[in-house]
């Protein structure tokens, strides 16, 4: 069975030792672990999540932005002439980016509190964090 590491955050099948084969870290020593937080992911061009903090939990109505673009990589010789971006234009492909709403409370702004990034998804557009605990149930119950 999987389980989310409490270090990493990944999800994982223990070692027999009780150690997570990501990290190395033994899962069940959780003394330095902030455990109000575990991940969640957020879908690209989310624009109501819950008015919970993600990062701390509290109530708020502040909302931050948050952007991302895939880096578009062009062999060199190619890029020169700009082949590979003519060409791209041409099918359609622009570049692949994750933009979404987060809210984030003014308290944690100010203490420069910022959103940790755990995986970016580009193909599926999907952009997975760490969050406080109370941000994740909010969310659930809004899907």
């Not at 270090?7 to 997570?20: A, E, I, P, Q, W």
């Not at 990501?22 to 992911?41: E, F, G, H, I, P």
Request: charged residues 25%; proline residues 5%.
């Amino acid at each position: 069975m999987l389980n989310e590491c409490p270090h990493c955050f990944t999800d994982v099948l223990m070692k027999s030792d009780g150690t997570c084969p990501a990290c190395l870290r033994d899962a069940s020593n959780v003394s330095d672990q902030d455990l109000y937080m575990t991940k969640a992911s957020l879908r690209h061009g989310t624009e109501s999540p819950p008015n919970i903090c993600a990062i701390c939990g509290d109530a708020t109505q502040r909302m931050g932005q948050f952007r991302r673009v895939a880096p578009q990589f062009t062999p060199s010789g190619l890029s020169i002439f700009g082949i590979a971006r003519f060409l791209d234009r041409l099918s359609g492909k622009t570049a692949q980016e994750i933009s979404l709403k987060v809210p984030e409370c003014e308290a944690c702004v100010s203490d420069g509190k910022r959103l940790r990034v755990h995986h970016l998804d580009f193909e599926n557009a999907v952009a997975t964090f760490i969050v406080h605990n109370r941000f994740k149930d909010a969310l659930k119950s809004t899907r």
